[in-house]
């Protein structure tokens, strides 16, 4: 059985990077024939794609009653993916942005991290007897995701321009749209595919919830992610690459969470507390890093700074794992 899980998980890795390339590509020729810009088709049609799997394991965990996998698997794949997708893609190529990427959209996905932690935390702010997102809680998050879809329609109205040093194969319309649909139906598939057999082998080693959602769950949902980005890297589609990522993290707490805590509201671990600080303190560093020496510029060595941040984060969180124990 074990055998089995390992070899699915392998196959779910083989379509995650194939589904990428796919996304990637007729994501890119719809930006340059539409006149889109990188950044938004990565920002939208990229996001919503890469963060499906989110959506499916946290809204499936929550129904269940596996409140600290629904939150650790948001929670954690944030993490993943400032720290440790970045950190990746940046020593691939080094990731230069445009300016609305460090003035807005990095600030927005800093609003989420701050949004949902007084969402969740009734007892610590409110003295309430227990936390959760509530569905109202939900409705206000989906509310800034509004305004947040909103804005991104004014960037795409307004942008034109186009990374010079992309090189971006021009495929025709069907083309496109068929590349960009097969990349996000093998994205989710093998997405889901990683994530079961993931679960399998974590709990047969006996793993805790949250620690699953936080690493494996997190992990394994934004594999995605991971791929998209670092082959958009590879291409040196920056935009892409960044935009992805951004986006995801702001989708993932004002949609995915919005729309499960209205399906079925979730409760709060306030241990979850400190995952929630590391993602706002990580959304700050690359601020500052994007401010720092080559502006709105994420630089080889700033990057390894990011994942060497994500290595020590995971080491620390498996051994209050053990230490638990």
């Known amino acids: 059985m074990l055998l089995l899980a390992a070899g699915l998980l392998l196959i779910g890795f083989a379509i995650l990077i194939k589904g990428a390339d796919f996304l990637v590509n007729g994501a890119s020729s719809m930006a340059k024939k539409f006149g889109i810009s990188n950044i938004a088709i990565g920002l939208t049609v990229v996001s919503f794609g890469t963060s499906a799997p ?85 409705l206000i998050l989906l509310v800034f995701f509004g305004f947040f879809m909103a804005y991104i329609y004014r960037t795409m109205k307004k942008a034109s321009d186009y990374s010079e040093e992309a090189t971006i194969k021009l495929y ?32 047969h080693f006996g793993l805790s919830q949250k620690l699953i959602g936080l690493t494996i769950l997190a992990i394994g949902t934004s594999l995605p992610e991971l791929a998209t980005s670092a082959v958009a890297a590879y291409r040196k589609n920056t935009d892409i690459a960044i935009g992805n990522v951004v986006g995801s993290n702001i989708f993932n707490i004002f949609f995915i969470l919005g729309i499960t805590g209205i399906i ?56 209050m794992e053990e230490g638990l124990a």
Do not use: C, H
């Open 54 to 138: 989110e959506l499916i394991v946290s809204l499936f965990s929550a129904i269940n009653g596996n409140s600290d996998a629904s939150f650790g698997n948001v929670i954690g794949s944030n993490n993943f993916n400032l720290l440790g997708i970045l950190g990746l893609a940046g020593l691939i190529y080094p990731l230069v942005v445009q300016r609305n990427t460090v003035k807005y959209e990095v600030p927005i996905s800093l609003l989420a991290a701050a949004v949902l932690f007084l969402l969740v935390n009734d007892s610590l702010l409110f003295g309430s007897a227990s936390n959760q997102l509530s569905r109202t809680d939900s």
């Open 172 to 203: 025709s319309t069907p083309v496109s749209i068929g590349l960009s649909v097969l990349g996000l139906v093998m994205l989710v598939g093998g997405g889901k595919l990683v994530v079961d057999n993931a679960v399998k082998l974590a709990e």
């Open 264 to 319: 079925s509201p979730i409760g709060y671990n306030t241990a979850m507390n400190f995952d929630l600080n590391v993602l706002g303190v990580a959304t700050v560093v690359l601020m500052i890093f994007m401010f720092t020496l080559n502006t709105r510029k994420l630089d080889r060595w700033e990057a390894l700074l990011l994942l060497l941040g994500y290595i020590m984060y995971t080491v620390f969180l498996i051994g």
